[in-house]
């Protein structure tokens, strides 16, 4: 499969998904009603809630746990700022916990599971000479999965405050584009119940950035893969010098 394949095919899974939650949400009450009495009770936690929220990142992203809904609960509940915040600072937290147990704890175990990963066989040896950029972009790009990642930079040379800083940092677009995602979900609850007045310009700014943070959240990732290609196959073009 070409990596403009894997691409597309992780772009549609993400499309899916919004997909499916919105319609679960749309076509079963019920399921509607115990997410909304979840997402509400971690809500009146006050400020506890999004910390909680984000302590829940580190045993998901140890566990590979697809963090997509929680961060979709998290816009859903708290609304952008407090859910970007939460989210930021827990997927980061839940990545270091990830490549620290693989660096110091689990490295044979991880080494076994990704032994016959060739496009980490590629970025290992990029890693060597741009750890921080190599990290970055992968983190910008959608080919390579979260969980995945986490453990496997454990295992490169990588320092951990580099790690941390791209990680951090490459996870910001997709992050805002999740949580405007649910963002957009609690809006749309709030118009259908009642809750919440339809204003029409308000209603139209806020759907304009949403199709703009999807829009960024795309080139993004486009220009991230296409730089990551260049970074790694420049990599192997100097270690074939003789």
Not at 138 to 147: D, G, Q
Not at 216 to 224: G, H, K, M, N, Q
């Amino acid at each position: 499969m070409t990596t403009n394949t894997s691409t597309r095919l992780r772009w549609l899974a993400i499309a899916g998904l919004v997909a499916a939650v919105a319609a679960s949400f749309y076509y079963l009450p019920q399921t509607r009603k115990q997410v909304e009495g979840f997402l509400n009770r971690v809500d009146e936690l006050g400020a506890w809630g999004p910390v909680l929220l984000a302590g829940i990142y580190i045993p998901a992203s140890v566990l590979m746990v697809p963090g997509s809904l929680l961060t979709l609960g998290a816009g859903y509940a708290f609304g952008l700022v407090r859910g970007l915040l939460a989210v930021s600072a827990g997927s980061t937290l839940g990545a270091c916990a990830a490549f620290l147990i693989s660096r110091y704890l689990a490295r044979e175990w991880v080494e076994r599971k990704i032994a016959d990963n060739s496009k980490f066989r590629a970025v290992d040896r990029a890693v060597g000479r741009q750890g921080f950029k190599i990290v970055l972009l992968t983190r910008l790009s959608p080919v390579f999965p979260f969980n995945v990642l986490n453990y496997a930079y454990g295992l490169t040379s990588v320092s951990f405050p580099q790690y941390v800083l791209a990680t951090w940092l490459g996870m910001l677009p997709g992050t805002v584009m999740y949580v405007y995602f649910g963002s957009a979900a609690k809006n749309l609850a709030d118009v259908a119940t009642g809750n919440a007045a339809a204003r029409p310009a308000s209603q139209v700014f806020f759907y304009v950035g949403l199709v703009l943070a999807v829009v960024v959240s795309v080139i993004v990732a486009r220009i991230a893969r296409v730089a990551l290609t260049e970074a790694v196959e420049d990599g192997e073009h100097s270690d074939n010098m003789p």
